[in-house]
């Protein structure tokens, strides 16, 4: 299994704000995903990030609304930006461990937008 | 087509039941297929992973794939309380991508 830490756990925020969510690995790895889950759904795919480069968007999720970073193998954050009541979702931090072709999530982090 | 479906439920059995849990996937070039665990308010947790036609068993939990009929099923055996959950079916796909299902909502009445 992979160790993946998320921080923060849980925030509550204001409308029009923004917040970082930074995931941890306890390995290097070469993609990280950041899922959203809203409340009574299922998780939704935002982006792919990929070391070196730019992180790739899924359809209905652009960059300047979620920026990622991923400064090394074992580190990424997303940004949530401008905030709305709608954005109020557990985000997930989620990486593959190839040798078993397996993908493992985060703690995540529980974000209420008033 | 949804790429992975599953009957939301919810679902109940008693305590001591099995549970039964099945989801279909679309992509007949698939390789890979996950159940997940999800309690309320936590990630999901990986239970279950399975490559092969046939049956893999770990513990309580049996894991069954169909590629011909392109289903995938779970069963807890002697059903808990503690196993009261969200189940979701995942899929990686022949392109590497991985789609999960709405999951299956699981009660297990003590």
């Known amino acids: 299994s992979a160790v993946i830490s998320q921080k923060p756990s849980r925030d509550i925020c204001q409308r029009g704000t923004s917040l970082t969510i930074q995931c941890q690995v306890d390995?290097?790895?070469?993609?990280m995903f950041w899922y959203r889950q809203q409340p009574g759904q299922s998780l939704t795919l935002i982006a792919t990030a990929n070391q070196g480069s730019e992180a790739t968007y899924e359809s209905g999720f652009v960059i300047d609304k979620f920026p990622i970073s991923r400064p090394n193998l074992t580190f990424s954050t997303l940004t949530v930006s401008n905030m709305s009541p709608e954005d109020s979702s557990i985000y997930l931090c989620?990486?593959?461990?190839?040798?078993?072709?397996?993908?493992?999530f985060g703690p995540g982090t529980r974000l209420t937008v008033l | 087509q949804k790429e992975v479906e599953q009957n939301s439920g919810p679902l109940s059995v008693p305590e001591g039941a099995i549970a039964s849990l099945n989801c279909t996937y679309s992509?007949?070039?698939?390789?890979?297929f996950f159940w997940y665990r999800q309690y309320s308010g936590k990630s999901p947790e990986l239970i279950m992973s399975i490559y092969s036609n046939g049956d893999k068993e770990d513990g309580r939990f049996t894991a069954q794939l169909n590629k011909a009929s392109q289903y995938v099923s779970l069963l807890i055996r002697d059903s808990q309380p503690s196993d009261s959950a969200t189940y979701l079916c995942a899929v990686n796909s022949a392109g590497n991508q991985f789609y999960f299902g709405t999951g299956t909502s699981l009660t297990v009445i003590p």
């Open positions: 390995s290097q790895v070469t993609m």
């Open positions: 989620s990486v593959d461990r190839q040798e078993t072709d397996t993908r493992y």
């Open positions: 992509d007949r070039g698939s390789q890979s």
